[in-house]
């Protein structure tokens, strides 16, 4: 059973046009969620940590929210730049620290 | 800012061949880790390593893998005898508090053929 599931797989938006990613996770614990960002042919570039539900994290147009069960990540008046794959990440508190990924949801912005 | 940095961006080898990827941690960093991402897939755990062994390892982590520190800067990943599925994007990654984020490097796209 997959731990981490992200929807959907992949959202075209118009520049400016504000949106939402979802991240439900299955964990026993949670220690901690993390989102990243990832361009194509490169590493996972840290984006927020959150550790507990009603915890909101925001940088520039990205804010993440966290609940018991899922994850928002929400994108506000969007540029092309923040086109990209965004990956959501949990740690449990029963496993050594290790990051269990979801599938990601990969963002085109369209200028 | 300090980065993880990766050696080489691109390998390629021949099934049956041994092959050593390079990382090299940021600098006041003490957990270390390894994940794979096969094209088109999630990224996945490998294994995490802290005061210079193993804490945990995946399924996919097998007799055929193995890692190390040899000096205080660099973190290698060898695979001993490569397989067409060993084929995936490497990515090292490093931590000072391995309850915070993880920062990865930019990956070491891995070929067999």
């Known amino acids: 059973e997959d731990q981490v599931t992200q929807s959907p797989e992949a959202l075209r938006l118009q520049e400016g046009e504000s949106s939402s990613l979802n991240c439900s996770y299955t964990?026993?614990?949670?220690?901690?969620l993390f989102w990243y960002r990832q361009d194509p042919g490169k590493g996972p570039e840290f984006l927020f940590t959150?550790?507990?539900a009603g915890e909101e994290k925001e940088k520039e147009r990205l804010k993440a929210t966290l609940t018991k069960k899922e994850s928002f990540l929400h994108i506000t008046a969007p540029k092309p730049e923040d086109s990209a794959t965004y990956l959501c990440?949990?740690?449990?508190?029963?496993?050594?620290?290790?990051?269990?990924f979801g599938a990601g949801t990969t963002v085109t912005v369209r200028a | 800012e300090p980065e993880v940095t990766q050696t080489p961006s691109h390998q390629v080898t021949q099934m049956g061949q041994e092959v050593i990827l390079r990382c090299v941690p940021i600098?006041?960093?003490?957990?270390f880790y390894w994940y794979r991402q096969i094209l088109g897939q999630k990224v996945e755990f490998l294994v995490s390593?802290?005061?210079?062994?193993?804490?945990?390892k995946s399924e996919i982590f097998d007799d055929q893998f193995s890692v190390e520190r040899p000096d205080g800067s660099n973190f290698t990943l060898k695979i001993r005898s490569t397989k067409l599925e060993d084929s995936a994007m490497y990515f090292c990654?490093?931590?000072?508090?391995?309850?915070?984020?993880?920062?990865f490097g930019p990956g070491t796209r891995l070929t067999v053929l």
């Open positions: 964990v026993s614990g949670l220690r901690g």
């Open positions: 959150l550790y507990s």
């Open positions: 390593f802290y005061n210079n062994e193993i804490s945990e």
């Open positions: 990440a949990v740690q449990e508190i029963t496993n050594d620290y290790k990051l269990s």
């Open positions: 600098s006041n960093h003490l957990y």
């Open positions: 990654a490093s931590t000072r508090d391995r309850a915070n984020e993880q920062f």
